[in-house]
């Protein structure tokens, strides 16, 4: 069965950093792109960052470009996030997601919150 | 950026009715290989979204049969034939033919 756990979450004040974490397991991790989704408070999903199976690529949405990192560990069979100059808007609950083609997201974890406020 | 548009439904939705759940891209979603690259998903209240639709109209493995897609390049509709109680919450279409890859802004479907 395929399992996605996500931590690292929490509240974390403007300008501040945070990494998020998603534990893999029940498929060949080494073997999928990855990304993170995610979804502000009572509002739709926006699709956050992606990363290919050897972490050689990775792609953003202007909205977070130079400011948050994708990244992987695939003996450990782990996804991250590296969320930097995090500002009120980052207010959100961060999914992570299996990618596979056609670019859709085929199994997601049961999210984490991330609340930017001072 | 493909900007994705959803419309709306009229809440709520005799049980066993069926409905259709439109979204219109700002560009064609097929691509050379003949596929068109649009997914449908179910995010039911308080759990995370599930997959049902991939290529347009390719059911993702054990989505009911009660779920149908189709459309054009740019056109697209969800079709639920008999909704049930089960299938309250609010149904995203993605994008999934470039990057930034992107969502529609969601259909809510409530059920009398």
């Known amino acids: 069965e395929v399992q996605l756990v996500e931590s690292g979450g929490g509240l974390v004040q403007p300008g501040r950093s945070l990494k998020l974490s998603c534990a893999a397991s029940g498929f060949t991790f080494s073997n999928y792109y990855m990304a993170w989704v995610r979804q502000a408070p009572k509002k739709g999903l926006e699709w956050v960052a992606t990363i290919s199976t050897s972490g050689s690529r990775t792609y953003y949405p202007d909205s977070v470009k130079g400011r948050f990192t994708i990244s992987r560990d695939n003996a450990k069979s782990s996804l991250y996030l590296q969320m930097n100059s995090l500002k009120s808007e980052d207010t959100a609950t961060y999914y992570c997601a299996r990618q596979t083609r056609p670019n859709l997201f085929d199994y997601w974890g049961q999210g984490v919150m991330v609340t930017v406020s001072s | 950026d493909i900007v994705m548009t959803q419309g709306a439904l009229p809440n709520p939705v005799p049980s066993g009715e069926s409905v259709s759940i439109t979204c219109r891209s700002s560009?064609?979603?097929?691509?050379?290989?003949?596929?068109?690259?649009l997914n449908w998903y179910l995010q039911r209240p308080g759990q995370s979204p599930q997959l049902l639709i991939y290529w347009m109209s390719t059911r993702a493995s054990g989505v009911s049969d009660r779920f149908s897609g189709s459309g054009s390049g740019t056109d697209f509709t969800l079709k639920i034939s008999g909704v049930e109680a089960e299938d309250v919450g609010v149904y995203y279409c993605?994008?999934?033919?470039?990057?930034?890859?992107?969502f529609g802004s969601g259909t809510k479907l409530e059920i009398k």
């Open positions: 993605q994008q999934g033919l470039e990057f930034p890859l992107t």
């Open positions: 560009k064609s979603l097929l691509y050379s290989d003949g596929k068109t690259y």
